[in-house]
């Protein structure tokens, strides 16, 4: 707080002092002076962030669609149209300046495109940092809350639905926090999308498809998505699928309270569908053989759950900022997933293009030779499959009365659940290769290719809800002598210590969710969710490599011939 107001003290004091300077100086500026003032005006990259522009590599994200018929071809042309909008709403939530002036004021093709990327003028995979000039560090609650709120403010104001998933906090006219609704906040893109959905729905050959779409267009204009999540999870036939509305929490990241929107259209891959499906029947006995206390896996898994294997054509708003997620695993609603389980979205075309375009050259940069071969598609395919299907298992309630494990652990509930799905997802591939379910690969592949894809995470930076489980992780599994560094800093996983360090880890975090321990997880997170010096280093190897962060998408109808 001293520092900010320190800030904005030296910086009235230099308006004034411009103020001042041109009422004194009546001489009409030189032509010299008006260029250097429009140059200040305009958005610059600052130098630091040279290096930046080139972390994304472009892919073109295409799918087979020779088999689909005519009305499908119009219905995935009309849910990329609905998806558009989801991305101007998710630019509104995080950026409170307007996405066209904005971007049409970036002079450099390569810094616009990085904006573009980033949703606004923040650095999403290095911590939020302010990357153009003459702008503000990024709010933590984004733009779902005013910005001169305090969380003080927040906590000592009654007010009803305060913790909703879809309604922004604003000021009333007496200057009072009030919620707005987000289908009154952002009516016209709503009722807009609504719309989209409602035609879409006449061309979907598959009936309970169109029926869910017509729900989803109800669920946008009244704010109540759960009727829409059970149709979905409902839904099992349909060939053509689509994530769209306020889903995810993590751009709110000064509670985790509130949706952020976005949308992917979907193509399932059937034949991999079959074979996903065959483990996700052993969630039950797997919960059961959790490394912990009984009361802490007495909840059933849901059992109706899911897994699918799909192609994705299109990601927009909240999926397509900074890094791109590449398995889903919804709905959230706790109530549906008591009931239905959850449904696990793999989406195969965009994780292959990241395994070949990331993940084999940084294990040729970072892992010892003898275990590099130990890096392979099928172990980053399960491990990421995997972490998908163990968001189902543990706990979601607390044992102590404090509600959900969401409400109870705050802004720390997704990176320790992130967190625990990592781990719990690795319990799981070494549970079904033991049982002889799992039939492809080694453990040395499963553990190699998850250090390899820890690397990987840890380059977005430890601001993300996944960034800073990655660092609870690694670090926790550097103490446990999982894994050592040789002098070379190339990187060796020791197998039995990893087994031992994977178990003992699910133990903590399971525990830290059941008691809902709050002040717990605030300590791990802040012991251990930093990068060190050395990993620093390492990571700036990669950086020297030229190996991409993540990956963008040319994507739309055009590359679809759509
Ligand atoms: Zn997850």
Redesign the pocket.
């Known amino acids: 707080m001293i520092f900010l107001k320190t800030k904005l003290t030296k910086l009235a004091a230099i308006i004034l002092a411009a103020t001042t300077l041109t009422a004194c100086n009546n001489e009409p500026k030189s032509q010299q002076e008006l260029t250097s003032q429009k140059q200040q005006a305009t958005p610059q990259l600052l130098p630091e962030f040279n290096h930046r522009l080139d972390i994304y590599k472009e892919v073109t994200l295409t799918a087979d669609l020779s088999h689909l018929s005519a009305n499908q071809k119009q219905l995935l042309s009309l849910l990329i149209d609905a998806s558009k909008i989801m991305d101007d709403l998710f630019w509104q939530q995080a950026f409170s300046q307007e996405k066209k002036p904005f971007l049409a004021s970036i002079n450099d093709d390569k810094v616009r495109r990085f904006a573009e990327i980033n949703y606004g003028p923040w650095d999403r995979l290095d911590g939020d940092k302010v990357f153009i000039s003459g702008q503000k560090e990024k709010a933590h609650g984004a733009q779902f809350y005013p910005s001169d709120m305090t969380k003080e403010e927040f906590e000592q104001t009654v007010l009803a639905g305060k913790n909703g998933f879809y309604s922004v906090i604003r000021r009333n006219n007496e200057g009072k926090l009030t919620t707005v609704a987000y289908s009154e906040a952002y009516s016209d893109e709503i009722n807009r999308t609504a719309a989209i959905l409602e035609k879409a729905a006449t061309f979907a050959d598959d009936k309970e498809f169109a029926n869910y779409l017509i729900m989803r267009a109800t669920a946008l204009r009244t704010d109540n998505y759960q009727p829409s999540d059970f149709a979905w999870m409902e839904m099992k036939n349909n060939p053509i699928d689509v994530v769209i509305g306020p889903i995810e929490t993590y751009e709110d990241q000064l509670y985790g309270y509130r949706t952020a929107f976005e949308s992917y259209v979907l193509i399932k891959d059937l034949s991999w569908s079959e074979k996903l499906a065959k483990y996700a029947q052993y969630l039950p006995e797997l919960q059961k053989e959790l490394p912990v206390a009984q009361k802490y896996k007495s909840e059933i898994p849901g059992s109706d759950a899911d897994l699918n294997a799909y192609d994705v054509i299109y990601y927009a708003g909240h999926s397509n900022a900074g890094s791109k997620t590449i398995a889903i ?1 919804l709905p959230n609603d706790e109530e549906v997933q008591l009931k239905k389980g959850t449904r696990r979205l793999q989406l195969k075309n965009a994780m292959r293009a990241k395994f070949d375009t990331i993940m084999l050259p940084i294990a040729s940069t970072l892992i010892v030779p003898e275990q590099r071969e130990n890096v392979t598609f099928t172990g980053f395919f399960a491990n990421t499959m995997f ?2 299907v163990a ?1 189902g298992l543990g706990i979601k309630n607390t044992l102590n009365h404090q509600g959900t494990v969401r409400q109870a652990l705050k802004e720390h509930a997704s990176a320790l ?2 967190g625990k ?1 990592d781990i719990l997802g690795l319990y799981m591939v070494r549970q079904l290769l033991d049982k002889g379910v799992i039939t492809e690969g080694k453990l040395e592949e499963y553990y190699t290719t998850f250090m390899a894809g820890i690397f990987r995470s840890v380059r977005f930076g430890a601001s993300s809800a996944h960034g800073k489980a990655n660092m609870v992780r690694f670090n926790y599994f550097q103490e446990k002598g999982a894994f050592s560094r040789n002098d070379q800093g190339l990187y060796r996983v020791n197998i039995n210590k990893m087994t031992a360090a994977i178990d003992s880890l699910s133990q903590l975090i399971l525990t830290l969710q059941g008691n809902g321990d709050y002040q717990g997880v605030d300590k791990l997170v802040k012991d251990s969710g930093v990068i060190s010096e050395t990993l620093a280093a390492d990571l700036a190897r990669l950086e020297t490599a030229n190996i991409p962060v993540d990956i963008t998408f040319k994507q739309g109808k055009k590359v679809l011939g759509l």
């Open positions: 695993n972490h998908e968001h659940e992130e799905a």
